[in-house]
């Protein structure tokens, strides 16, 4: 008999669907001491939060936040609502000791994240944020690979998240879905949404950033606002490229944009070692591009390995060799992995301290875009 793991879900966007999946998947594919249970939706609006409760099975609804995490009936609060209202849910539910998963990014800034650390590391809650691309097979195949030591002394990280669905200056900023282009509820554009899912997995293949120097660009200065209906101030980064030292000494180019026209969600990296380079692509997300200098000169190249074999990561429990996977099993995968971890009493990663780091490098970078200069990262 499985233990419940009763789930209060806040939010019910894209994110939210995304968790629903995973909670209601992860026992289907993983063998695991507990079974998420959805146990309450919450959400502003009754009716929307009851439609998302019908569609994906919630038990309940809550309207209010504070009344889903004072209830008894819930182990976990996961927080899928907009950027600026993260810190206050998370510190509310680490009070109430409860265990919590935030949407990436953890917060607004650096500062803010740090007392959400503190709340969470003083409670002594399990804490994780869903930077869910981690748990691609092809690129969890990437850390272990390094951690062997294949690739060598690392020289070149390079990164780039590319989109383009806000080139109209017609899109409003603000309300369901483009809140991400209101800077008072997303804390930054492209740096917190896109650039900090390509720096958490940075720092986790490479190790820290030791300083950076950006520049960012708002080519859309000002948007009608949904909520107040008149023309106002954009205050995100529309485009953001950096340059960074990492602490091993490797140098990197990061870049992201919602500007880049046909490009939807790009993200790729590259990292090149003095033995052998890997490069991966979102786009063909199952795929590791591999080149080993040790292989025989007349054969030597680009491999293209297929990740679906049942000793690459995650794979043993999908499908037969051969048979891919997408972007939902991420998250279906990090559930798996949080379980596990409550399970063996360890930390979950990428935890609160672990985004924290990332948060720490969006803030430095923000600030080199602004006064022009070198930024050092402050350590978490
Ligand atoms: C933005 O369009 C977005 O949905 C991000 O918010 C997600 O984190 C990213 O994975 C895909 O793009």
Redesign the pocket.
Known sequence: MKKPLRIGLVGYG?MGRTHSNAYRKVNNFFDLEYQPVLQAVCARDAAKAQAFADQWGYASIETDWRKLVERKDIDLIDICSPNNTHAEIAIAAARAGKMILCE?PLSMNGPEGETMVAEVEKAKVPNMVWYNYRRVPAVTLAKQLIDQGRLGRIFHYRAKFL?D?TISKDLPQGGTGLW?LDVNVAGSGVTG??LA?CIDTALWLNGNIKDVSAMTETFVKERKHTLSGKVEKVGIDDACAFLAHFDNGSLATFESTRYARGHK?LYTFEINGENASIAWDLHDLHRLQFFDHKDEGLTRGWKSLHITDSDHPYMKHWWVPGLQIGYEHTFVHQVADFIESITKGEKAHPDFRDSLETQNVCDAVLKSAQNGRWENVKHA
Request: hydrophobic residues 45%; positive net charge.
């Open positions: 894209f990436k989109q669905w991400r949404d896109l899912h969600a």
